[in-house]
């Protein structure tokens, strides 16, 4: 079944920014190598890219429907998300356990050290740095954690 493709008009049951053949145009002009794969098993990709870009913390004025006008950076990262799921089934949305995350630092008597690092939902969840780089200027920085390139 294919996407149904928002264009900034309200589509009601869109899935999607781009088709599969978008995204094999824009991944041709991003990326050396492409991801095989039928367009049914990028659709479903782009499905899950969906998902994960619905559930960012978008600018108010602009999200979902961007002023009537998709811009090329949001389907560029809807790409690069989708094809990271199509490469690794389960990049977008990883098994998380919220429990006290440890690591093995001894072996003779076993031993474990709890890790440091935050122990929340927001802190278990997949950056794709590429995409999230794309999508700054409609993202707010409250709760995401941009990367910078010199």
Known sequence: MA???ETGAGVVGADSYITAAEFTTLESALFTLAVTGTDAAK????RRAWVYLRALDWNASTFP???GT???VVKQAQMVLARAE???EGTLSPDVT???KKVLTAVGDLSWTLQSAP???EASR???SMAMDLLRPYLTSGSTTFLERA
Request: proline share 8%; no cysteine.
């Open 3 to 5: 996407v149904t493709i």
């Open 43 to 46: 659709e479903v990709g782009l």
């Open 65 to 67: 429907l961007f002023l």
């Open 70 to 72: 998709i811009p090329d």
């Open 86 to 88: 199509i490469t690794s």
């Open 98 to 100: 919220l429990s006290g």
């Open 119 to 121: 122990n929340t939902v």
């Open 126 to 128: 997949p950056v794709i």
